[in-house]
């Protein structure tokens, strides 16, 4: 019993083109995981996290400065942190776009000396100043 | 290539497959997907190994910019003028300098195994403070500080060694 496909193709150029299908799907995957690793090279998703490190090193640097002081972030002007929402809480420092979207939050903890208190949320914009006024680090927009 | 998946397929001489070789068509396209999805789970977890990689800042950085505060805060062992109010960034005062202020400065409490925690020693004073119950003596580098300390109403220039424990 002979294999039967299309009236027009003969059996080998049926079985042509199931692998030149399969060559074409598999050309795709590989473009598609190249594609995806192009993007994470400069994703959101390590600005993301980059960012919150460094609101986190600046906030451990305001700690440790008598009296009050400034910080603007971020110092490294290649980022744009337009899109961020930069939350600070008591504890961690949160920055995410999609905020409804847990996955996509970048977080990072620190620990406050007693008395002190973290509070405050900037949405999109391009320079955030992270404010020490006694015992309170305040985020604030800069402007 | 073609000539070997033929071989791979088992065609007839016309180059005909005939019913036997369908499921090795089919069992040769489940491989590949198999393989591919492994591929694509495998490339997803490395990515995601790497961007935390170049997300992530030296340990030593980070310790050093929270061990910061020990000797410049007020709050932490840095000395402050009692009449003036004057705070001395990185002169401690050897009054404040016990377990019990560390813990008001720095305490990351029981889910603190992940955080940075610390041993402050003045060798010369015989005095250690540290961490809360997270410190383990798990020392992953040092920082060694030349300060001040005040005892007794003297400024005396010592060192002061700071033993960082990253993680448990």
Redesign the interface.
Same mark, same amino acid.
């Given at each position: 019993?002979?294999?039967r496909g299309s009236l027009f193709l003969?059996?080998?150029a049926?079985?042509?083109i199931?692998?030149l299908m399969?060559a074409l799907a598999?050309l795709a995957?590989v473009s598609l995981?190249f594609s995806? @690793?192009q993007k994470?090279g400069d994703?959101e998703?390590?600005v993301k996290?980059?960012f919150a490190?460094e609101v986190r090193?600046a906030l451990?640097?305001l700690?440790?400065?008598?009296?009050d002081g400034l910080i603007q972030l971020p110092q490294n002007e290649d980022y744009n942190i337009t899109e961020f929402t930069v939350s600070l809480h008591n504890g961690y420092v949160e920055v995410c776009s999609s905020c409804e979207i847990d996955y996509f939050t @970048?977080r990072k903890?620190f620990?406050l000396?007693?008395?002190?208190e973290a509070r405050g949320t900037v949405k999109e914009q391009e320079i955030i100043c992270l404010v020490k006024d006694a015992?309170v680090l305040r985020l604030e927009d800069c402007n | 290539m073609?000539p070997s998946? #033929?071989r791979l #397929?088992k065609?007839n001489k016309?180059?005909?497959?005939?019913?036997a070789?369908?499921p090795a068509?089919m069992l040769y396209?489940m491989m590949?997907s198999f393989i591919?999805v492994i591929?694509?789970f495998g #490339?997803a977890s490395i990515?995601t190994g790497?961007?935390?990689q170049?997300?992530?800042?030296p340990d030593e950085?980070?310790g050093e910019?929270?061990a910061?505060?020990f000797s410049?805060?007020?709050?932490?062992f840095?000395y402050s003028d009692p009449v003036s109010g004057k705070?001395y960034?990185g002169v401690i005062d050897l009054e404040k300098f016990k377990d019990s202020r560390m813990?008001?400065?720095?305490?990351?409490g029981v889910d603190?195994q992940d955080?940075f925690q610390f041993e402050l020693s003045l060798p010369e004073y015989k005095k250690t403070v540290e961490t809360d119950n997270n410190y383990r003596n798990l020392i992953d580098h040092t920082i060694e500080k030349q300060i001040l300390v005040y005892d007794e109403g003297k400024f005396v220039p010592t060192k002061l060694f700071i033993y960082v424990q990253t993680r448990i």
């Open positions: 019993m002979t294999f003969s059996k080998k049926q079985l042509g199931v692998f399969g598999l995957i995981i995806i @690793a994470s994703s998703e390590v996290a980059v490190e090193l451990n640097s700690i440790s400065v008598p009296g @970048a903890g620990h000396p007693e008395d002190y015992k | 073609a998946i #033929f #397929f065609l016309k180059g005909e497959a005939n019913d070789n369908i068509v396209y590949a591919i591929l694509i #490339f990515l790497w961007q935390n170049v997300s992530e800042f950085l980070k910019i929270i910061l505060r410049q805060s007020v709050d932490c840095a705070v960034p813990d008001t400065c720095y305490f990351t603190g955080f």
